[in-house]
């Protein structure tokens, strides 16, 4: 299973378009890189999945280099509510496995 | 259309009870699995059941156990309850041949053991 590296914590404001880096230098062949969000007292919410190059939803985008070793998710002029946990999950897309999570903090 | 119901939202329970926990999936899917989040880490895995049975398993004890009915809807017990399962529990549904699409999560059952 690809472990995963992402920062603890990143502070933002609103407007700005914030980035998130998550390391998998063991991700595998057939695995997809996978984001979600999550709000306190909430369930984990689905953002946005890839495998390779760049992918984007009406929510965000998520850029993969070609070696698959890092991916970064980026959210586009964020307001308040867009605080929360964001989980970059890699590996087996039947048993998610997350990790700590980057809490992202916008500020006013 | 609901997503995914989970209840009670809220539960408290002694130690060595047993307690259960009940999941409707969103409609149209047929996966369950249950999470399990301690305050201030990510959830983790316990099980996912499909057609009714069990098909992966995390690393949680036998106390742990669950099942899925023909409407698809889902229970997790867990029995001799300790302190440290005092977590919030996650139930996300998923349609099995578009898993890769991501997982709808609920809002969890708060449980606490005193």
């Known amino acids: 299973l690809a472990k995963t590296t992402q920062p603890i914590s990143m502070d933002s404001y609103e407007g700005q378009e914030v980035n998130i880096t998550c390391s998998h230098n063991n991700i595998a062949t057939n695995d997809y890189i996978t984001w979600y969000q999550q709000f306190p007292s909430q369930g984990p919410r689905f953002i946005i999945q890839?495998?390779?190059t760049k992918v984007t939803n009406e929510v965000a985008s998520l850029f993969i280099p070609a070696d698959r070793k890092s991916s970064t998710l980026s959210l586009p002029r964020v307001s308040l509510s867009d605080t929360a946990v964001y989980y970059c999950?890699?590996?087996?897309?039947?048993?998610?496995?997350f990790g700590a999570g980057t809490t992202v903090t916008v500020r006013a | 259309d609901a997503g995914v119901t989970q209840s009670p939202t809220h539960l408290i329970k002694t130690r060595g009870q047993q307690v259960t926990l009940r999941c409707s999936p969103k409609s149209g899917h047929d996966t369950v699995s249950w999470y399990q989040q301690a305050l201030g880490q990510g959830p983790q895995f316990i099980f996912q059941y499909y057609e009714e049975e069990e098909r992966q398993r995390g690393n949680f004890p036998d106390r742990f156990s669950g099942h899925q009915f023909p409407n698809y809807s889902s229970e997790l017990n867990v029995n001799a309850l300790l302190l440290g399962d005092s977590a919030l529990y996650l139930c996300?549904?998923?349609?099995?041949?578009?898993?890769?699409?991501?997982?709808?999560f609920g809002s969890g059952t708060r449980l606490t053991v005193v």
């Open positions: 890839g495998y390779k």
């Open positions: 999950l890699v590996g087996d897309i039947y048993k998610l496995s």
């Open positions: 996300a549904s998923s349609p099995m041949d578009r898993a890769n699409y991501g997982y709808t």
